[in-house]
């Protein structure tokens, strides 16, 4: 069953709707005048609005969307976050007033920017979302206007065509050739030819209401229009969302990693943490205080917000990703992308400005410079080549001089205006009676216009060996069909032509006699030949700098093209993908489907890693290649815009779909979408992939250090006969300062210099790898050696503030620290202070902080911290930079080649 939509929001979604039309069973014009719509001019604005007002947005509802007070009441979640607001009560009550306050401060705190980093990521995700949208081609007021899918209404007009993802659910009421899989809905894998012939039966399955389209099918062939019928949570597919409790997870890999580290190492610490208060008891400290020491420690060591941190650092760095023009669809693309080895792309519109023009035509087998004169007597050729090309075509006048469609039949249109010859009137004169599709098996598109009332005319186009294998004879000198006798000498004019770096399609026709049927494969027969049409679409200007860096990356760029292999050469050699010298044939091989199909597998092979052109590939086909590299150990992207294309799209490791020519089954299948269909922002994608997991590693890296060093300092100080360096409050404030604000601010740094100058990482890698841990481990003890070597001298020498020259020289040391790991091999000094001023008004804010604790009398009276002379505060200053000069004494040594080795 269906609902027309025209339930109030508020309804109880348990309330049975009254009198629902089956709309399967209502011819055409009942459906629009139940739903108060027309069958040509749609529904008015004013209906839109008022139906707008009452039915909401044509969305599915979203369980996982969280209100800004869920978000803040999700801080307070945590095991280890509830017992330190217990242990706060505990301290209130046993006449401890201020650490009560204090803790609950510090809690408050955390919570506060704990809530701002997950509200950040959020938003991010949602601004994505929303670019993301899908649009739809609706006519409303008897005018065609393309609208956001989410804000269709039931009786909206809406037009469907092959490569959209149906929006709502719709009654079809003209149907040419319509193919829909239904596979996500019903479960049937083959697609499902429709009609707009009315149903009598009334208990049809979803799967036999041929006359239906349902939301979140795939349109695969055909055209169509209909009716919207229901929407968002009304559609058929609404109705299974209503049944889901729970969806699967949305962690990337990546997050499931470090929260299984993160459990790991949440019981070491506890483990440590349980010592560290064993050994304090049986040494006479007071258990309230070991106790909370112990917890206050395990609250600042356990790294339970890490995966957290990196959700924030992927989303924001999605929609930084966004604003290039790269819009992320599946977060986890974000944290492969610099893994990607292998980018295998389309041509045209992603290589080239598609930005078609006719540059040179044949007639027959005479070539002719589009901006050239013909002779007087090729002028009736002209015009049976031009006369065709603008019947079969399916590009629209938009307005004055625009064209709205595929940019090739644009060009067509354009071309054919300048000799008069005008789409509208033509298809007025010879109006189109039937088509079939272009479909990339055949590499042609037919279609069929009445000449008179026992008349037709039949006309295709298509690549050259599809359209000329389809012909028996071609056009004469006189404009008098002959035999088909120079098909060698086509053949060698359309290469000459390809190898020019034009698109070349040849063109074709007949008359026959009218019929009430038609037979596919009778109509793409004994064709008479009328031509070629030699397009050129430069290449983009961006392009090469784009695949010279990718080539200093090492990442492989690879052409797939429909066009003819001698095109995909002109334009590889143009933009670098192959070396325009013969000896750099080898590496820059060129390859067809045809040849592919010949080739035994394993030769294919072994021959794949020096291929760097496919032409003329079938979807199939696609899927091999990306099935082939990617068992070669290869990490491969692949972009599309097609049908075809979708099964690609999703066998390769990051699937990227165009965001303006592709269809919405491409974007559906792809895990990014290219908003500008440009290759260079592919490669500003993987730069930007590479720099956030850059920063994700100094992220994870400086805080495991951190912690650390805070648990080398606490669990040692008993064997070296130290009382507990810190309190309670200041562990926890250690962990406010140091893990929040310097440690976000670290996704702010700028690319590493070299960062597409390096191989691509191994996606199997693991975060620690390449040095940290072993970074983590002896950075973290030589903290804990600084700390406890200050507090033995300063404890002995009889400073009445020793706890407080601990508690400064730990946080200081942590900042600096953190200007240290900005880079893993550069100096900070060759990068320059300014060079992250996030991080740095972090570090900045946060010695301050720590000032205010140290000078500020009721500081030291929440605090028990005391003002240190000079001197102390000097000898903490220098102490604190032990650290900052180790670690930039380790890039020396990295940069040199002597450690952390890669094998």
Not at 79 to 108: N, T, W, Y
Not at 453 to 473: F, N, Q, Y
Not at 514 to 532: H, P, R, V
Not at 558 to 584: C, E, N, R
């Amino acid at each position: 069953m269906h609902q027309s939509g025209f339930k109030k929001k508020s309804q109880s979604p348990k309330s049975k709707p009254i009198n629902i039309p089956q709309w399967h069973t209502l011819s055409s014009s009942e459906t629009a005048a139940k739903l108060g719509s027309h069958l040509t001019l749609g529904i008015t604005h004013q209906d839109y609005l008022h139906r707008r007002e009452i039915q909401g947005r044509n969305i599915l509802s979203d369980a996982k969307v969280r209100s800004p007070l869920r978000i803040l009441l999700d801080q307070f979640s945590d095991f280890m976050i509830r017992i330190l607001i217990i242990s706060a009560f505990f301290a209130e009550f046993l006449g401890e007033p201020k650490d009560a306050i204090a803790i609950s401060v510090i809690v408050v705190l955390n919570a506060i920017l704990g809530f701002v980093q997950e509200y950040r990521a959020d938003r991010a995700m949602a601004s994505l979302n929303a670019m993301s949208t899908q649009q739809s081609y609706v006519c409303r007021d008897g005018t065609w206007k393309t609208v956001l899918s989410s804000e269709l209404v039931s009786g909206d007009l809406l037009a469907l065509e092959a490569g959209n993802l149906i929006p709502a659910d719709i009654r079809l009421v003209e149907v040419n050739q319509l193919f829909i899989d239904e596979s996500a809905l019903t479960g049937e894998s083959v697609p499902v030819e429709k009609t707009m012939d009315s149903l009598a039966n009334t208990e049809l399955d979803l799967a036999d209401r041929l006359n239906m389209a349902y939301k979140g099918t795939l349109a695969t062939a055909g055209r169509a229009r209909g009716f919207v019928v229901a929407t968002g949570m009304g559609t058929e597919l609404g109705r299974i969302a209503k049944l889901l409790e729970k969806s699967a997870s949305r962690d990337t890999p990546l997050q499931q990693r470090l929260a299984r580290f993160g459990k790991k190492l949440a019981l070491i610490i506890l483990a440590l943490s349980t010592i560290i208060f064993g050994i304090g008891v049986l040494r006479g400290v007071p258990p309230l205080l070991m106790f909370m020491t112990a917890l206050s420690l395990a609250v600042a060591a356990i790294p339970e917000a890490l995966p957290a941190i990196v959700t924030v650092l992927l989303a924001v760095g999605a929609r930084r990703m966004a604003k290039q023009n790269a819009l992320i669809r599946r977060l986890p693309a974000v944290e492969t992308l610099g893994s990607v080895t292998y980018i295998c792309t389309d041509k045209t519109g992603t290589l080239t400005q598609n930005k078609m023009h006719v540059e040179s035509f044949s007639l027959g087998s005479h070539w002719y410079k589009a901006t050239i004169p013909v002779p007087s007597n090729e002028h009736p050729k002209r015009l049976r080549l031009f006369e065709a090309l603008v019947l079969n075509n399916d590009a629209k006048i938009a307005a004055e001089g625009t064209f709205q469609g595929d940019p090739t039949e644009s060009a067509f249109l354009v071309a054919a205006a300048k000799i008069n010859i005008i789409k509208t009137e033509y298809d007025k004169k010879w109006s189109r009676i039937y088509e079939v599709p272009f479909s990339s098996e055949r590499a042609c598109m037919t279609t069929v216009h009445k000449l008179s009332d026992t008349r037709m005319l039949v006309v295709t186009k298509g690549s050259p060996e599809a359209v000329i294998s389809r012909c028996t004879r071609q056009i004469s000198p006189h404009s008098q069909p002959s035999a088909l006798i120079e098909e060698p000498k086509n053949v060698a004019l359309a290469l000459t032509m390809a190898s020019e770096g034009l698109r070349v399609l040849a063109v074709a026709s007949k008359e026959m006699e009218i019929s009430a049927t038609f037979d596919d494969q009778k109509l793409e027969s004994d064709l008479e030949f009328i031509g070629f049409v030699g397009l050129i679409d430069p290449p983009r200007e961006e392009a090469a700098e784009a695949i010279s860096l990718c080539h200093r990356a090492s990442i492989h760029v690879v052409m797939i093209t429909g066009d003819h292999p001698a095109t995909g050469m002109a334009i590889a050699k143009k933009l670098g993908i192959i070396s325009a010298d013969p000896s750099g044939q080898k590496l820059g091989a060129v390859i067809t489907g045809n040849d592919i199909k010949k080739m035994p597998s394993d030769e294919f092979r072994q021959k794949i890693k020096d291929i760097r052109v496919y032409a003329r590939v079938t979807p199939e086909q696609k899927m091999d290649i990306v099935k082939t590299l990617k068992e070669l150990g290869e990490f491969v992207a692949m972009t599309g815009d097609g049908i075809n294309d979708a099964p690609a799209l999703k066998q390769a490791h990051i699937g990227i779909a165009m965001g303006k020519m592709g269809t919405d089954v491409a974007r559906e299948a792809a895990q990014m979408v290219l908003l500008d269909d440009n290759f260079a922002t592919i490669v500003k994608a993987a730069r930007e992939g590479r720099r956030i997991f850059d920063n994700i590693r100094k992220f994870v890296k400086y805080t495991l250090t951190s912690n650390a060093g805070e648990i080398w300092t606490i669990f040692l100080a008993p064997f070296f006969g130290l009382p507990i360096p810190l309190l309670p409050l200041h562990i926890l404030w250690v962990n406010l300062v140091t893990d929040g604000l310097p440690g976000i601010a670290l996704a702010a740094e700028p690319a590493e210099r070299d960062i597409m100058n390096r191989p691509p990482r191994p996606p199997s890698q693991s975060i620690f790898a390449d040095g940290i841990w072993q970074h983590t481990l002896w950075v973290g003890l030589l903290m804990g050696i600084i700390n406890l070597g200050l507090m033995a001298w300063a404890y002995h020498s009889g400073r009445e503030n020793w706890q407080s020259m601990v508690f400064t020289v730990l946080t200081l040391s942590q900042m600096g620290h953190a200007l240290a790991v900005r880079s893993e091999q550069r100096s900070l000094f060759s990068q320059g202070l300014f060079s992250n001023l996030p991080l740095l008004g972090a570090v900045l804010l946060t010695f301050l902080l720590q000032m205010l604790l140290l000078y500020v009398p009721l500081c030291n009276d929440i605090f028990r911290t005391g003002p240190l002379s000079f001197f102390e505060l000097s000898v903490c200053l220098a102490a604190s930079t032990i650290v900052f000069l180790a670690v930039e004494m380790e890039k020396i040594l990295r940069r040199k080649g002597l450690i952390y080795k890669k094998i």
